[in-house]
């Protein structure tokens, strides 16, 4: 096992400790520790020192043994700490027993993955969903919080009626995860309903996943001329947004932009957050975002396609589109070559930021979906029906138009969703 340890300030100052479980042989330490870095620059703290170490077998009682424990305690106290960052899940009692030694706050992964999702919840329902996580996670880490939440002591003279503080602490925790669990079931029925409306008209949707940072929120913005937060901080965006766009087939289209996934997600919010990744699941076609510039774009393609795997949307059909190509070195940029549909992972290249490869982005889009497909046809409409020739110039390709005696002869490529309503003057 390696372990990283991390200082950081929490408006003060404070200290942090990574640890990079065995199984995570995608990510070297330094890789991990960068990320722990981000996170811990997301959620408002100010790094101050960094610790590492390398481990056969974690410590049971303390995660990282007695001796490097004193080490961060002097380091945390020489820096006047007051928060110590694991990148690892810490159980209750490693928590409780580094916390005694340290004399700081101890945070793990998790908790601190929690506190930036807490941070960035706008709606209702994201912060729901937060919290629904928060009071699972905190559930088993009651006992041993202070004398407010410990349990009675035993012996003579303690003994009484009633509950001890602990198990009324917890009542009042299991009170609230049903509560809120209703709030969000009442928030999914109505998704489903939204859903059920948006799924009755021919619109494709299509849904962009991918790896905290690689840039969704901004070629969201740039395919659908919305105005989402786009962010280089981690989980910027953690509300699903929904948009519409017209791809050049004069199709419409609606794209859902999603929160970002992340090595070892929490699986306590990967639960929580089931109503809104439901658009993920229930979506035509998966854009993976991936950052082209990053030099581990490879593992966190890995985790991404854990995760869909967890929703059940690993099967669905997907676009790779590799974002971010104006960061590359220009040669590297120009050896990029975007590979065929008809590859089982056809890739594109774009930078969202600087408008590139958008056009061959929305080309491959409009290939891909089946949904209301277009179709090429000739009409001949007679010239008093302005409302139909309006509806076919706003929703359609023309291809040419010739006035006959009252009637409009057209070539055109419409979806067949509007094709339906000009059956009549269709020449066959």
Request: glycine letters at 6%.
């Amino acid at each position: 096992m390696t372990q990283s340890a991390q200082a950081a300030r929490d408006h003060a100052t404070s200290v942090g400790a990574a640890a990079l479980p065995a199984d995570a042989v995608d990510f070297s330490s330094e890789e991990s520790l960068d990320e722990l870095r981000s996170l811990a620059t997301s959620a408002g703290a100010e790094i101050a020192g960094e610790l590492s170490q390398r481990k056969d077998r974690p410590d049971p009682a303390t995660l990282i043994g007695q001796g490097k424990l004193q080490e961060i305690a002097g380091a945390a106290a020489s820096v006047a700490a007051d928060l110590i960052l694991f990148d690892h899940d810490l159980s209750p009692s490693q928590q409780r027993n580094m916390e005694r030694v340290v004399k700081a706050r101890v945070i793990d992964r998790t908790q601190l993955i929690l506190d930036i999702f807490a941070r960035h919840a706008r709606t209702r329902e994201g912060q729901l969903q937060v919290e629904l996580a928060q009071l699972e996670y905190m559930l088993p880490r009651l006992a041993g919080r202070g004398v407010e939440m410990s349990q009675l002591g035993g012996g003579i003279g303690t003994r009484g009626p009633g509950e001890t503080q602990l198990e009324t602490d917890r009542r009042r925790i299991y009170r609230r995860i049903r509560h809120v669990k209703q709030q969000i079931e009442n928030v999914r029925r109505i998704r489903a309903q939204q859903r059920q409306r948006r799924e009755s008209v021919p619109v494709a949707t299509v849904a962009l996943v991918g790896y905290t940072n690689a840039g969704k929120s901004t070629l969201f913005n740039a395919l659908t001329k919305a105005n989402v937060v786009a962010s280089p901080r981690m989980f910027a965006t953690l509300d699903p947004t929904i948009r519409g766009a017209e791809l050049p087939s004069k199709r419409k289209v609606l794209f859902s932009d999603t929160v970002g996934f992340i090595r070892h997600l929490p699986h306590t919010l990967v639960s929580a957050f089931r109503a809104t990744l439901e658009e993920v699941q229930r979506a035509t076609l998966i854009l993976q975002v991936s950052d082209a510039s990053s030099p581990i774009s490879a593992e966190q393609d890995a985790q991404v396609e854990s995760v869909l795997k967890e929703l059940e949307a690993d099967k669905k059909p997907r676009l790779r589109v590799m974002n971010k190509i104006d960061l590359l070195p220009p040669k590297q940029r120009e050896s990029l070559r975007d590979t065929d549909l008809r590859d089982k992972d056809a890739t594109i290249h774009v930078s969202a930021a600087k408008g590139i490869g958008l056009s061959t982005l929305l080309d491959r889009i409009d290939a891909v979906l089946e949904a209301d497909r277009p179709a090429r046809v000739l009409l001949r409409i007679p010239q008093k029906e302005g409302k139909t020739l309006a509806q076919l110039q706003a929703g359609a390709r023309i291809y040419s138009r010739q006035y006959l005696d009252g009637v409009v002869v057209m070539e055109a490529e419409a979806p067949a969703s509007l094709l339906r309503r000009m059956r009549e003057w269709v020449v066959e």
